[in-house]
C-alpha cells in the first residue's frame, strides 16, 4: 500500500468566511473521488486545526500501488478538483508520499 500525504496553506487575501468555504469544497472534491479512482483505497481531507498548526487543509490517501497512485495524478476527475476547488486557492504544497 501507498500513502499519499498534502499539506496546504490557502491563500493569505481570503477572509475567515472565504477560507472555510474554499475548506469546504476541497474536502467535498477530494472525498468525492471515492469510488472513482482506479486502485484509490481511502481517501480524507480533514480541515479542522489546532492554533498550533500553520497548514490549513490535508490529504491523507492511500493507494494499491505506485502505479494506483501515478493513475490518480493525471486521472481527468483529480485534474478537475484540484484545477477547480485546491490549486486557485492554495499558496503552500507539501507531499509525502511512501510505503506502507
Known amino acids: ?17 472565504e477560507k472555510e468555504e474554499i475548506k469546504k469544497g476541497i474536502k467535498a472534491g ?6 472513482v479512482i482506479p486502485g484509490l483505497i481511502s481517501i480524507k481531507v480533514n480541515t479542522g486545526r489546532l492554533a498550533s498548526s500553520n497548514a490549513d ?8 500501488n505506485e502505479a494506483a497512485l501515478a493513475g490518480y495524478a493525471v486521472h481527468p476527475a483529480h485534474q478537475e478538483v484540484a484545477n477547480t476547488r485546491v490549486r486557485p ?8 508520499d511512501f510505503e506502507a
Open 89 to 96: 486557492f492554495t499558496q503552500t504544497r507539501l507531499c509525502l
Open 1 to 17: 500500500m501507498v500513502k499519499h500525504i498534502i499539506l496546504w496553506q490557502l491563500k493569505e487575501n481570503f477572509s475567515d468566511a
Open 57 to 64: 487543509v490535508m490529504l491523507d490517501s492511500s493507494f494499491e
Open 30 to 35: 477530494l472525498e468525492g473521488l471515492a469510488g
